[in-house]
Every structure is written in C-alpha cells, then in structure tokens.
C-alpha cells in the first residue's frame, strides 16, 4: 500500500457514508468501513494509506482496524492495476465447464498472465468460488457478472470494454 499525503474524503461520499451509518447503533462505527472504502475505491480506482487514514479518521477507529478490511477482501486493491478488472472462476463447476480454457484465451487476448495488469487490464489472482455455478463457466469484470462464457461471448464483452470512454 503506498504512503502518499491526506486524502479528504468528499461531501459527497462523507454523507453517503453517514447514511450507511445511520443504519447501526451509533458506537458502532466498523460497519461502514467496507461501504467506505468501497465509495472511495470507487472514485480513486484502488486504496492507498492515505485512504485508509482518511476512513478511520471520518469513522473514529484504529487505523489498523481499516487497513486490515482494505488488504483481505479480494474486491478491494491496494496498488495501482489496469481500468478494468477480470476475475474468472476456476472453482470446480467452472473447472468441469472449461474455465482454464477461458483463462488461458483470456491471458492471450490481453497478452498479460493471471496477476498481472496492464493499464487497460487486470487479469485478477484466480478466484477460488465467485458463486455463480449454474452459470458455470463465468467471470466477472469490474464486479460485474458474465456467465456462460465462450470465446465469442469473451470477444464480444472485452469490445465493449474496448469500446467504453
């Protein structure tokens, strides 16, 4: 996670986030970190220190309570990556359905390997269990589902990712 200066949260994120809150007894404050740093990932693509200082300070807790959510959810990223982020399932329905078939086409379509981003892409650690077996094989893109892929169907959503301003 990179050390950079202070991060304000905005005006609009700060009363999103009190919203959030409003929801829980009011010395309960650690419920709305991973709302918190969902908005300002959101905004800023991933999640620095100053980021999560910011977060702990708006919310009153130990910075370590936050950093702690920012680095083991696997939604949240702690370096730079590309714009657009791919997660495909290899879980063992996705696996019977072709998923390393689907990786491997992915990892030459893009020309970078699992883990690695380029600055369009992120081709995400493979993820043990996205949850959506009956779908299987799918993968998800920048949180978004895609089920039942196929090489056309891959072809088809990197277009419109392409295609996106």
């Not at 609009?12 to 829980?24: G, P, R």
């Not at 010395?27 to 702990?56: F, R």
């Not at 094989?137 to 039942?148: A, L, T, W």
Request: include cysteine; glycine fraction near 4%.
């Amino acid at each position: 996670m990179q050390e950079n200066t202070s991060y304000n949260i905005s005006s609009e994120i700060s009363s999103k986030i009190n919203k959030w809150l409003a929801k829980f007894p009011i010395d309960q404050k650690k419920p709305a970190i991973i709302y918190a740093l969902h908005l300002i990932q959101h905004e800023t693509k991933y999640i620095k220190s100053e980021h999560v200082n910011a977060v702990a300070d708006f919310l009153g807790l130990k910075k370590i309570d936050v950093y702690e959510v920012a680095s083991f959810y696997s939604m949240f990223e702690t370096e730079q990556v590309g714009k657009h982020t791919i997660s495909v399932c290899t879980n063992v329905s996705c696996m019977l359905n072709g998923s390393d078939e689907i990786l491997k086409y992915l990892e030459d379509k893009l020309k970078i390997k699992v883990g690695d981003s380029s600055e369009k892409y992120f081709l995400k650690d493979e993820r043990e269990c996205l949850a959506a077996c009956c779908g299987a094989p799918m993968m998800q893109v920048n949180h978004k589902y895609y089920e039942n892929l196929t090489k056309e169907k891959i072809d088809s959503i990197i277009d419109g990712l392409e295609n996106e301003r």
